[in-house]
């Protein structure tokens, strides 16, 4: 087999991250042909398949998968070179997050304004729902997950935790029967998700507001859900970093007996993590969360019980 080269493997990670070779290209700066014709060499100097090529574009084979960590090795010394050496000390890398929506907006509104000035090198791709995904693969690089991941390759640190409470417009309190106790809601029209699309066990809040409790209207986006409670058709958990922006529009419901407590985890492959990019990528995420705790958790305490 011949010896490889980093030369020949950053055309390959950058197939392997955009799946089409015309991305990849485009991030690479060169032509969708060049890639193909690397592609090819690679291949033939393995003497394995690296990609299987289909409509959707250029999927890893297992083979592929395990070439990963090699290849990345070598872009993280690659990276750590100085100048003059024929290769940037700081190359643009696509970095692939997968986060729950809800997380998503907290990320893009709170986050990724220091995120980017921080990582210039680093282009950030935002994946919601990341049930579509598979973590075997390597469709993302970082996963934030309501459960954190046990057994393979992966690791999982919790990053946050935050609260959930349930919320109506006064309005909507105002012109309905009063709720004074979790039994109260199942008079009540309730938001929520659509139980079968229901993708971690920690989204399933209702059973545990109360066992008989089920939503009549229904959407897997949480800011759906969102909307039809600021619009007054009814009581729905939502997240208080999501919901306390409108503290006008929506009042809490039994903010004494009913608090949820959910947490955030960060997974990734093992290998990731020993890159020192990564490595400075974590500790960002977990810094900044941390310092922000104040505005993912309501006050125990705090709001007063809706009339």
């Not at 394995?48 to 090529?53: A, N, S």
């Not at 598979?134 to 390759?153: C, F, N």
């Not at 705790?293 to 705090?302: D, F, I, N, T, V």
């Amino acid at each position: 087999m011949s010896t490889l080269s980093w030369d020949d493997l950053q055309f390959f990670l950058a197939v392997v991250r955009e799946r089409q070779l015309s991305r990849a290209a485009r991030q690479l700066g060169t032509s969708h042909v060049t890639v193909s014709r690397r592609i090819d060499r690679l291949e033939r100097a393995l003497n394995t398949r690296l990609f299987e090529r289909n409509p959707r574009g250029y999927e890893p084979t297992p083979a592929s998968m395990r070439l990963i960590e090699t290849a990345e090795r070598m872009e993280e010394a690659a990276s750590q070179l100085p100048r003059g050496h024929g290769i940037a000390s700081n190359p643009l890398r696509a970095l692939r997050l997968a986060m729950p929506e809800g997380f998503a907006s907290l990320f893009s509104t709170y986050l990724l304004p220091e995120f980017i000035a921080r990582f210039p090198h680093l282009l950030p791709e935002m994946i919601p729902m990341p049930q579509v995904l598979s973590l075997s693969r390597r469709e993302a690089d970082i996963w934030v997950t309501l459960d954190p991941m046990a057994g393979g390759p992966y690791r999982s640190q919790r990053l946050a935790d935050y609260t959930l409470h349930l919320y109506a417009t006064p309005h909507y309190l105002a012109t309905h029967p009063p709720i004074t106790s979790p039994e109260d809601l199942l008079e009540h029209r309730i938001i929520g998700y659509i139980e079968e699309m229901i993708f971690a066990p920690g989204l399933d809040y209702l059973r545990e507001v109360h066992p008989a409790l089920r939503a009549t209207v229904k959407s897997s986006s949480i800011f759906n859900q969102l909307a039809a409670v600021r619009n007054g058709l009814g009581v729905g958990v939502l997240p208080y970093f999501i919901a306390g922006k409108y503290p006008e529009e929506l009042h809490l419901v039994l903010p004494g007996q009913v608090r949820l407590t959910r947490s955030y985890w960060l997974t990734c492959h093992r290998d990731l993590r020993m890159m020192r990019w990564a490595g400075a990528v974590i500790e960002f995420l977990t810094d900044t969360l941390h310092a922000r705790g104040s505005e993912l958790e309501l006050p125990q305490g705090l709001g007063a019980p809706a009339t």
